[in-house]
């Protein structure tokens, strides 16, 4: 970790803008559903209060497309963000404009003020500098502890920093120091977990971890894609057809033996909406016009014993459709062997913690990355540009 963080510079009597990701779920009432993101950022809210800083808070949420849309509006994020605290947290109705500018003058040391979604504006996706000049127009320092955004080019995470100070926040520093040390040193055995719908969204964090890792467990349906490559029948089954050549050359790259473990059976079925025909059969049997939705049995068992042997896991991607009961079990039970195993534990991606907190052991893990796409650009070796944008030691 080269980069400034808040412990590196003065905040006394400074208005502080920090970007964090409270892109969280509601529940039908309109309320946080789950506050595991804005938890994450409290131990950095709370050292800029308690070093007599103002706080200024930046997120998105959701997908509003440029546009103003009450269903995305962060205004239940500075309820739940208050009841957290213990503190009142102002809500800033425009992310920019002279009544939001207005009210951060007004900041005190030990306020809060949250603004309404960044999205809710078209410049913020398209970096556009004006609106990054008027963002850094609220405070006099930046903070970036938006990890799960860390990847994005955006007004809020790069642009603003050609007008501020900027330097990392404690959840920022303590993810690309996790993250780094499964490349730069991990304890042997490594054992890598990867799951998902797509080899395409992978292939880069899939080519670095053959080389970093001792055994890279595939599931989901990149792992149809794999065994479509070997000749399998997987034509009912979700796989990208014009992947094929991509998971052949991966597998040559593993070479012989098993660095890259493929499921040896399946839970199948005619489709996703009759779970309760299910069978396990051998890859070699998948009868005709039948689809792979999870892991079989013996696949578990094959990859708990890699498991339970590992001094370091990271786990990214469900490994069947975990979200439909019948088809997850194999997710929930590699979730389960992984927070029993003696070793590291990481694991990354919306999806996945949600299902370690479904198999209920999230308390068993020892590190949950706040970043899915973030956490794989970074294990693939690229840099984040709302990283690279901070100021060096």
Known sequence: ??????????????????????????NEQGKVADDTRIRACLPTIEY???????VVLAS????????PDDRFSLRPVAERLGTLTGRPVRFAGEAVGPETEAAARELAPGDIMLLENVRFYPEEEQNDPEFASRL???????????????????????????HLPAVAGLLLE??????????????????????????????????????????????????????????????????????????????????????ITLPIDLVVAPDREQPEKRVTVEVENIPAGWAAFDLGSGTVRLYANRLRSARTIFWNGPVGLFEVPGFDRGTLDLARVIAAAEATTVVGGGDTVAAVKQAGVLDRVDYVSTGGGASLKLLEGRELPGVAVLQDR
């Open 1 to 26: 970790m080269h980069k400034k963080t808040i412990r590196d510079v003065d905040v006394g009597g400074k208005r502080v803008f920090v970007r964090v990701d409270f892109n969280v779920p509601f």
């Open 48 to 54: 800029l209060l308690a070093g007599g800083a103002a």
């Open 60 to 67: 998105h949420l959701g997908r509003p497309k440029g546009r």
């Open 136 to 162: 850094a127009a609220l405070a006099d320092l930046y903070v970036n502890d938006a990890f799960g955004t860390a990847h994005r080019a955006h007004a809020s995470t790069v642009g603003i920093a050609a």
């Open 174 to 259: 303590r993810e690309l120091d996790i993250l780094g040390r499964l490349l730069a040193a991990p304890e042997h055995p490594f054992v890598a977990v990867i799951g998902g719908a797509k080899i395409s969204d992978k292939i880069g964090v899939l080519e670095r971890l053959i080389e970093k890792a001792d055994y890279l467990l595939v599931g989901g349906g990149m792992a149809n894609t794999f065994l479509a490559a070997q000749g399998h029948n997987l034509q009912a089954s979700l796989f990208e057809t014009d992947r094929l050549d991509t998971a052949r050359a991966l597998l040559a790259k593993a070479g012989r033996g098993e660095r």
